[in-house]
């Protein structure tokens, strides 16, 4: 048992319901000098994960609020520690009065992710189920969603799990046979063993295969919206939000800056950012946001590429896409259909999406078009690698079976080609969180918030 933290585990704003959270030794005797159940038990004979109500109180016995309670004793509980939690009105001055009082009674602050952190020391959590706790707060789609909620449950833990017990098959059949050579143990011949070690290849690379999903599932899709001046990238960006996030007028350069706005899109989060038109210009402040445009093209996952469709196609048009074809992945929207066509044909492999920002005509075809680019994985939800330490790990993984199977295939003896192996062993270790250094946890709960 540690001593005990307290934080307050939902947000600053005003709520109905406002939580405080508390884990550590002697938690239940100190979280019951504050608060009054309205039985006869008191708070330390209350049953586990079970909610009780009562009154919450001051040191000095005055009224605080009038409150539910549970309590979670060891090892039973999210942290594996002795918990409680507040559920009390949801008045920010009222929560962080209650923590000052806990704080008075020698509680300490918890520190960012501290709770989640003491789940995976405990053995509460693996470690990737710990990462997929923050993917769970920061889900922004809904394939997000289910993807951390897959890890949660385990799903990178119980396939990372899978490959390291079959690789630790081969390590113990081999030293039994090298540290008891007068027991009736089978002969060891690696040769037996090279499907199980191809077959942990390829999951290894599976997993890495889904590394590139999970990254933008993530962090969202960087989509830059380019064109030249007035060719209707604000208005695109107004019509796919719902709402006017951009000042749209009919002169020319009215955008001088980035603009950065979030879009669920089906399964997808999208990092629309509308650029500023480019063109060649004398005005400095608009030179510089032609700067910052062609740069967000550059550096997009998906360039969406607006050409005015009420306007003769421009040799500045030809320009923009031809930067767009070099992207990862682009489309070319032809905007302003609800105007005369003047644009019909473009010279482009690109997909052209006719679409009117002002009518909405088109907008779903775009969304599907968006949709075909970023298929599905062939990985279930929840084996998706969401971050760069699972995939350093499952690399060095995939990596030392590889140099494994190939010492194999050079005839060298059982000691080297298992040497590999162990190390595939500990990158899997790594990866669950059997084997990591206390600096890469710190770091890693460091992005999780405070209550957490």
Do not use: W
């Not at 050579?181 to 997993?207: C, G, H, K, S």
């Not at 004398?282 to 740069?295: C, K, M």
């Not at 062993?425 to 890693?444: P, Q, W």
């Amino acid at each position: 048992m540690s001593e005990p933290i307290a934080a307050i585990a939902t947000g600053a704003q005003v709520a109905a319901i406002g939580i405080v959270r508390l884990s550590g030794e002697g938690v239940i005797a100190l979280a019951g000098r504050l608060f009054r159940p309205a039985g006869e038990l008191p708070l330390e004979a209350q049953p586990d994960r079970k909610l009780c109500y009562g009154r919450l109180c001051r040191r000095d016995g005055s009224l605080l609020d009038l409150c539910l309670t549970t309590v979670s004793r060891a090892p039973n509980s999210y942290t594996g520690e002795d918990t409680v939690e507040f559920q009390c009105h949801g008045s920010p001055l009222l929560l962080r009065t209650l923590l000052e009082e806990l704080f008075a009674l020698g509680a300490r602050q918890a520190g960012p992710g501290e709770f989640t952190k003491r789940a995976f020391l405990n053995g509460r959590l693996g470690l990737s189920e710990a990462e997929a706790v923050a993917d769970l707060i920061d889900a922004e789609s809904d394939e997000a969603l289910r993807n951390a909620a897959g890890q949660l449950s385990g799903a990178i833990h119980r396939r990372a799990e899978a490959i390291y017990s079959a690789l630790s098959d081969i390590s113990a059949h081999y030293h039994a046979v090298l540290d008891y050579p007068d027991e009736d143990i089978e002969d060891f011949r690696l040769r037996d063993y090279r499907a199980t070690m191809e077959e942990a290849l390829e999951r290894l690379n599976r997993l890495l295969r889904s590394f590139e999903r999970g990254r933008l599932l993530n962090a969202g899709i960087p989509t830059a919206i380019v064109g030249r001046p007035n060719a209707g990238k604000s208005s695109l960006l107004n019509a796919l939000l719902g709402y006017d996030r951009a000042i749209v007028t009919a002169v020319p350069g009215t955008t001088r800056d980035t603009i950065e706005e979030r879009l669920r899109l089906g399964g997808l989060c999208l990092r629309l950012i509308d650029t500023a038109g480019i063109r060649d210009t004398e005005d400095e402040v608009e030179r510089l946001g032609v700067l910052r445009s062609r740069a967000a093209l550059e550096q997009a996952e998906l360039v969406l590429a607006v050409v005015d469709g009420s306007r003769d196609y421009s040799d500045e048009d030809r320009e923009i896409l031809r930067a767009a074809e070099t992207a990862k992945r682009g489309l070319v929207v032809l905007s302003k259909r609800d105007l005369a066509a003047v644009t019909e044909e473009i010279d482009t492999p690109l997909p052209v999406i006719p679409v009117s920002s002002l009518t909405g005509q088109g907008l779903e075809a775009l969304e599907a078009a968006i949709a075909a680019l970023f298929p599905l994985p062939e990985a279930p939800a929840g084996e998706i690698l969401t971050n760069a330490r699972q995939r350093d790990a499952v690399a060095r993984a995939a990596e030392a079976l590889r140099a494994a199977l190939e010492a194999m295939e050079q005839g060298l003896t059982p000691d080297l080609v298992l040497t590999e192996t162990e190390g595939a062993m500990a990158a899997l270790g790594e990866l669950t969180g059997r084997s990591v250094r206390e600096d890469v946890t710190d770091r890693i709960f460091r992005r999780f918030c405070v209550g957490k």
